[in-house]
């Protein structure tokens, strides 16, 4: 019997998306669902694919670690040194308001588009304490860095998003077949159909203004 692999994918990423969120042990499940799928795709020989493929994925990716660590130690430098304090008490003579210190926070997240680790880390650190002034929730800002962050990164294409991933889409024949003749022109082709990074700014832009109804976990937050 022939077994779609592609289904099997999203019925995993499925489990994998509905089990983190109700237990909220995310590695966990994402852990267990890769080695699911090693079942499926190695059949009795899955520990040693699973391993190979780890092996594989961490050589290859590499550099995502050496930036989140330079990137990290760039941030705790900042700290020590007061640096992020500074520009803390600069910012915080603006955001003497809610919505204020929201928009501020939205703002500063389009505005560092270089690479979602370095927006999260910096803007965490400069609006921490801006927000515990004006008694935000954590989660608030949580929610506003983690939906600017990565965003921002994917529609812009000038951050480390576009580079790796117009690569990505350059090697694929059916890309190449519309035309394209640079890794950066199939890129700027995709641009207008990430619904989900544009939907997601539009949202959190209503939710900074005040039109957009807290509910859930948020409005418990609040």
């Not at 994998?16 to 042990?25: E, K, L, M, P, S």
């Not at 669902?33 to 190979?52: D, E, H, P, T």
Request: with cysteine; hydrophobic share 55%; glycine share 8%.
């Amino acid at each position: 019997m022939h077994l779609n692999l592609g289904l099997v994918a999203i019925i995993i990423t499925l489990l994998i998306i509905v089990g983190a969120v109700v237990t909220r042990r995310c590695v966990e499940f994402m852990i267990a669902g890769s080695m699911v799928a090693a079942i499926f795709l190695y059949g009795k020989g899955f520990l040693a694919g699973w391993s190979q493929s780890l092996q594989d994925m961490l050589a290859e990716n590499v550099w995502v670690m050496l930036v989140c660590l330079l990137f990290g130690g760039l941030i705790s430098l900042l700290t020590d040194s007061k640096g992020s304090f500074g520009f803390s008490k600069y910012i915080s003579k603006v955001c003497n308001t809610e919505r204020k210190t929201l928009l501020t926070t939205f703002i500063m997240g389009i505005l560092i588009f270089v690479d979602d680790y370095l927006n999260v880390l910096s803007i965490g650190t400069c609006m921490k304490k801006i927000s515990d002034k004006q008694k935000l929730p954590r989660e608030t800002l949580a929610y506003l860095l983690d939906s600017t962050g990565a965003p921002v990164c994917v529609l812009l294409p000038f951050s480390t998003w576009a580079v790796f991933y117009a690569s990505l889409f350059y090697e694929q024949d059916s890309v190449k077949a519309l035309g394209v003749t640079s890794a950066m022109g199939a890129y700027l082709k995709a641009i207008p159909f990430l619904f989900y990074p544009i939907i997601t700014l539009v949202i959190v832009f209503l939710f900074v203004m005040g039109w957009m109804p807290k509910i859930g976990p948020m409005k418990k937050a609040y």
